[in-house]
């Protein structure tokens, strides 16, 4: 027993996971991670060094050097849409997913925090957002929501959270590209994204997420 909670939730872009995922650790005063920003960061550090994403090789050693302690996770480029679309190519990769399989797993065995009265240093849980964590970094999960949306739905999503941030972006090739990231995710032969056998499903197309978190915590009481 490793003696605290963890929650897996997983599903494609704009699905609603990660709104989920930072309120159910808020709420339950879990430490949060952010999977999707390790492979963002790895497609960041290729396009910034003027190499391919699609250079297996070169992702690969980026992977293998990545070190979340000194990594700047605040960085607003890993936000872009050139970011997303490198982050899902280098995420297809075997070598690079094994590169960062152990940060995610010390994450899960160790949250980061102890304000809500774990042991020192140490939250009571941990939730962890992505792809695979409910089917492959954390198959033990004690909770794990699959979140899906219409496509259409997402990437309107996705259009507001850019154009807040200032971006000019055109709906058809947000779309367009995230039918691509989606199919890549879909269909790599390694850690696909799925639901787990054990997930709860949510769709959330016409849900908000207020009414999102509460199905979740309903759940998970
Ligand atoms: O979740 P987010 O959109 O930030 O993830 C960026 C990309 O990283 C995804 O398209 C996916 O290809 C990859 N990813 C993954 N496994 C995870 C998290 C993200 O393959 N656990």
């Known amino acids: 027993m490793s003696g605290h909670v963890v929650i897996a939730v997983d599903g ?15 709420e339950l005063g879990y430490a949060y ?33 990545f070190d979340a302690a000194t990594a700047d996770f605040n960085d607003p480029a890993l936000r872009d849409e050139e970011t ?7 995420a297809a990769f075997p070598a690079v997913r094994a590169a960062l399989v152990d940060v995610q797993r010390r994450f899960a065995a160790n949250p980061p ?16 957002d ?22 259409e739905e997402r990437a309107r999503r996705r ?13 058809n090739l947000v779309l367009q590209e995230m039918k691509e990231r989606d199919e890549r995710d879909r269909t ?16 959330t197309t016409n849900l908000n997420a207020d009414a999102a978190f509460a199905l979740a915590m309903s759940l998970i009481r």
């Open 12 to 26: 494609p872009a704009a699905s609603g996971k990660g709104t989920l995922a930072r309120r159910l650790a808020a």
């Open 33 to 65: 991670l952010d999977t999707g920003l390790l492979y963002r960061v790895v497609g960041l550090i290729l396009i910034r060094q003027g190499l391919d994403p699609a250079d297996e090789n070169a992702a690969a050693e980026a992977a293998i050097v």
């Open 84 to 90: 997303s679309k490198a982050a899902g190519i280098v």
């Open 113 to 128: 925090g102890g304000a809500e009265g774990g042991a020192q240093g140490v939250a009571r849980g941990a939730v962890l």
């Open 130 to 151: 992505g792809r695979d964590i409910g089917t492959v970094i954390c198959p033990d999960a004690d909770y794990k929501f699959f979140l899906e949306a219409d496509i």
């Open 159 to 171: 259009v507001k959270e850019l154009r807040d941030r200032g971006d000019t972006v055109i709906l």
């Open 188 to 203: 790599r032969a390694v850690a696909p994204l799925a639901p787990a056998a054990d997930a709860s499903v949510v769709n």
